[in-house]
């Protein structure tokens, strides 16, 4: 069966290092995006990519960067990770006709120390 | 700008309906959508409305939707301890494969 999931599910991290979340898709699906979930926020788009080569910022891009070398997966990376970053990270792709539909991972935990 | 706005707790006794309501702000916003979110887990969708539509039910779920108001409910009868979870409205265009998300609504079921 086709699915979406992200490595580590969880992760602790000190202030300043370099961190990358794994996102692998099965789907086939051109996009695909990361959010994240802090409480009171609800999910807020961190980056997005509609296909291979493409990126794009969502609205909380700063210190977060992502790249899309082949359809299946989509490495967020936090260059110097802060505290203001320890969240919950989700992964989630879609295809690029009918509806919307956003199929999601599980979720990796960040501590950032 | 775009934006979903949603109450952030509710709470029933089983057996009862939930009403869990959301608004949104962009006219042009062509599919809705109620997640579900349970502990540990990540998002599943639960149904969609198309925005030509007022109405959709499935099963146990109803969705209306007054257009003019811009606003969206998901109802759902005979509410179980299994529905207990966070749940997220989303509204998506079709000029962009982005969906705006809700705060999301924690729905508490008390036996």
Known sequence: D??????????????????TLACHQTWNHNNMFWYRQDLGHGLRLIHYSYGVQDTNKGEVSDGYSVSRSNTE???LTLESAASSQTSVYFCASSRTS???????????????? | GEDVEQSLFLSVREGDS????CTYTDSSSTYLYWYKQEPGAGLQ???????NMDMKQDQRLTVLLNKKDKHLSLRIADTQTGDSAIYFCAEGTDSS???????????????
């Open chain 1, 2 to 19: 086709a699915e979406i999931t992200q490595s580590p599910r969880h992760k602790i991290t000190e202030t300043g290092r370099q961190v």
């Open chain 1, 98 to 113: 009918g509806s919307d539909e956003q199929f999601f991972g599980p979720g990796t935990r960040l501590t950032v120390l």
């Open chain 2, 18 to 21: 939930s009403v869990i309501n």
């Open chain 1, 73 to 75: 997966d989509l490495p």
């Open chain 2, 97 to 111: 494969y982005k969906l705006i998300f809700g705060s999301g609504t924690r729905l508490l079921v008390r036996p």
């Open chain 2, 45 to 51: 969708l639960l149904t969609y409305i198309f925005s």
